[in-house]
């Protein structure tokens, strides 16, 4: 998954007026590499560019009143 991945699924749960948006949270359990670049991506587009970039094991937005997490998958915890 990437960032444009993220917001085209995102768009579609908003868009649809069958879907019960209201308390509906989302949670992401990526790989780290998606993660990070997702992580990356909603900061970039949420700060300033000099603003250093620290990559954060957990972290949340909302979007169109949707709560989505995105949680690093730790690969020891799911063997």
């Known amino acids: 998954m ?3 991945q993220l917001i085209e699924t995102i768009s579609l749960i908003v868009e649809n007026e069958k879907i ?3 308390g509906l949270t989302l ?3 990526l790989p780290e590499i998606e993660h990070n670049s997702i992580n990356e ?3 970039r587009k949420t700060n300033p560019y000099s603003t250093s970039f620290i990559p954060s094991n957990e972290y949340e937005l909302e979007i169109g ?4 997490k995105f949680k690093k998958l730790n690969l020891v915890e799911s063997k």
Do not use: D, P, Q
């Open 41 to 43: 991506a909603i900061f």
């Open 2 to 4: 990437n960032y444009t």
């Open 20 to 22: 019960h948006k209201n």
């Open 65 to 68: 009143g949707i709560l989505v």
């Open 27 to 29: 949670t992401y359990e």
